[in-house]
């Protein structure tokens, strides 16, 4: 096992398997952008390694992520991952539009085409950018008690920033959880074909995730990324990464409408109250 950074943790725990841990669960795991530029060098390591063929992403603690740390404000520490003009931050809006293209679609749409079977165990809760993390993941595991949740249309603007709900939920339910800001429980993930397996608790299911990466590190490894390479491209070829992009032009409209409004990028009664409904559920905020 090594430690990289606190916010991330990587261990080894069978050949050809890495786990990425997120370690910050006092703050629910939410996601700074040091922890989100930490999580990529991890992946970008794990699937640089010829040893690895199989990725695991876990969490510490009883939720796996309750999304972005809103208190940690929007920059980018570092060199960006595509040439999107992130790093200069010039202007509210149009700075923000930046940031977003680059740290949070763009890292997650990285996430999705690693040329590795990745794997995410999810606990708890996962809270809107929670999803960016396990969405852009081969294969999703849950615990019975998670639940899975995007309530951001309350902050103005339309979902987060990795718009595959239609695709992971069907467009039906992909509607009313965006307009209600309902959790989906692990049950209902997996009966809809987001979730793949749903174990009683967050143990089991990580010894589960562990057997399947086991096994699928077993296998031809360039066989399995002509496999995952297939399946990609078929979702491209339905629409997904156009439909992706332009919600995320829909998304930045919306910051822009709230701080045209009121000099912020997300509307503050909508956070107060999701935090507000989310406490009264148990919520991490």
């Not at 390591?45 to 990725?55: G, H, P």
Request: some cysteine; charged content about 20%.
């Amino acid at each position: 096992m090594s430690q990289t950074a606190s916010l991330i943790r990587r261990e080894d725990p069978a050949p050809g398997v890495a786990r990425i841990v997120l370690a910050r669960p006092a703050k629910r795991n939410a996601q700074s952008p040091e922890m989100l530029y930490e999580l990529d060098r991890e992946f970008v390591r794990a699937a640089s390694d010829e040893r690895v063929r199989a990725i695991l992403l876990e969490a510490d603690g009883p939720d796996f992520s309750a999304g972005h740390d809103l208190v940690a404000g929007f920059y980018v520490p570092g060199e960006p991952v595509a040439t999107t003009g992130g790093h200069r931050m010039e202007g509210l809006v149009e700075g923000h539009y930046g940031f977003e293209c680059e740290t949070y679609y763009g890292l997650s749409r990285r996430w999705r085409d690693i040329p590795v079977p990745t794997i995410a165990v999810a606990q708890g809760r996962s809270i809107a950018a929670a999803l960016m993390l396990l969405w852009p993941m081969d294969i999703i595991i849950a615990s019975a008690d998670a639940t899975f949740s995007d309530p951001v249309a309350d902050f103005g603007v339309n979902g987060v920033e990795y718009f595959s709900h239609v695709w992971e939920l069907g467009h039906r339910r992909a509607k009313e959880i965006l307009f209600t800001g309902d959790a989906l429980t692990a049950d209902e993930a997996h009966r809809l074909g987001m979730v793949n397996h749903v174990l009683p608790d967050h143990g089991e299911a990580r010894s589960f995730a562990l057997s399947m990466a086991q096994r699928i590190a077993e296998r031809h490894p360039f066989g399995n990324r002509l496999a995952k390479e297939s399946i990609n491209r078929s979702l491209d070829a339905q629409g997904q990464s156009v439909a992706m992009e332009s919600a995320l032009a829909l998304h930045n409209l919306g910051h822009a409408a709230v701080a045209a409004r009121t000099g912020a990028l997300v509307d503050a009664r909508g956070v107060a109250a999701t935090a507000t409904r989310g406490a009264k559920a148990g919520s991490p905020g």
